[in-house]
């Protein structure tokens, strides 16, 4: 399963000129805790809500005037979009991360992939698991059942 | 099984009287995301780092602001009684992925996490799958 197919966040990107409140903005519109941080539509880096307010609001900084690209991580690792998630798991973790960049063949960005959505994707296949074995165990007890009615 | 031996009781508190700011330094000294907002020991509150992002970012709210103007609904509490099902079905009914963790009679006594209940029910799962099946390689999903 390639990551690209269980993205939920929306892809959203910020100018890395653009100013901290506007990233903050956007954030809070679109329900968001990282936007990836683009020049000439290019990646550049990676902003969270954290970095807002460890770099900007804890130090007494202007969020008007601050631009993003002063408190967001430069060149983030990250994984290409036909990348299986087990792969996604493997970097996150030598990364030390918790969101990577997704990109395409062109290193264009196309969203985001958080450990939050590759939990609930597993979860997911667990819950179906689950229900195999107990769909399973229903089926042999009425099967017993009617052998027993016979 | 409780949640008692689960929980987390490295909580950074701060008090009504702070400012979000301060809080916010607090919050970057201690290498934390959130802190508890803590009144005669008993948890009034809960705020995050994205809750003072979204807050003071967007410049809906002063950082000199008081952090209770972020606290203005209770926390989600759950005495250290309670069975680690019931906790889980807590944090889906409200919404919350930390439950703040109190005794009998109100005080904070730690913090339950889902980062930390994840990790907890992965090794169950881990143990649970070495002994239905030998180990062996899979092909990339």
């Known amino acids: 399963m390639p990551v690209s197919e269980i993205l939920t966040a929306p892809i959203l990107t910020i100018a890395a000129d653009a100013s901290v409140a506007d990233a903050a903005r956007t954030m809070h519109d679109h329900h968001v805790g990282a936007l990836l941080v683009t020049r000439e539509g290019d990646l550049v880096g990676l902003v969270t809500d954290r970095d807002i307010t460890v770099s900007v609001i804890a130090e007494g900084g202007d969020v008007e005037r601050t631009p993003v690209a002063n408190i967001m991580t430069r060149e983030p690792?990250?994984?290409?979009?036909?990348?299986?998630?087990?792969?996604a798991i493997r970097v996150m973790q030598r990364a030390n991360v918790r969101r990577l960049p997704v990109v395409?063949?062109?290193?264009?960005?196309?969203?985001?992939i958080t450990a939050d959505d590759l939990l609930i994707y597993i979860s997911n296949e667990l819950g179906t698991l689950a229900q195999a074995l107990f769909r399973g165990l229903e089926r042999e007890r009425s099967e017993l059942g009617k052998l027993k009615r016979a | 099984m409780s949640i008692s031996p689960l929980i987390s009781s490295h909580v950074v508190s701060v008090t009504p009287a702070m400012t979000v700011r301060q809080a916010a330094r607090w919050m970057k000294s201690q290498n934390v995301g959130c802190v508890a907002v803590l009144e005669d020991e008993q948890p009034i509150g809960l705020v995050t780092d994205r809750d003072i992002a979204l807050a003071c970012g967007t410049g809906r709210l002063s950082p000199e602001a008081p952090i209770t103007e972020l606290a203005a609904h209770p926390p989600v509490t759950a005495l250290e009684s309670l069975s680690l099902p019931d906790a889980i079905a807590t944090m889906a009914a409200?919404?919350?992925?930390?439950?703040?963790?109190?005794?009998?009679?109100?005080?904070?006594?730690?913090?339950?996490s889902v980062d930390d209940l994840v990790p907890l029910l992965?090794?169950?799962?881990?143990?649970?799958?070495s002994t239905v099946r030998p180990r062996r390689n899979f092909p990339p999903v």
């Open chain 1, 77 to 87: 690792t990250f994984v290409r979009e036909h990348a299986g998630i087990f792969e």
């Open chain 1, 104 to 112: 395409d063949q062109h290193l264009r960005p196309v969203g985001i």
């Open chain 2, 94 to 112: 409200e919404g919350v992925r930390r439950l703040l963790v109190t005794d009998g009679l109100g005080r904070m006594v730690g913090i339950l």
């Open chain 2, 122 to 129: 992965g090794e169950e799962l881990s143990g649970l799958g």
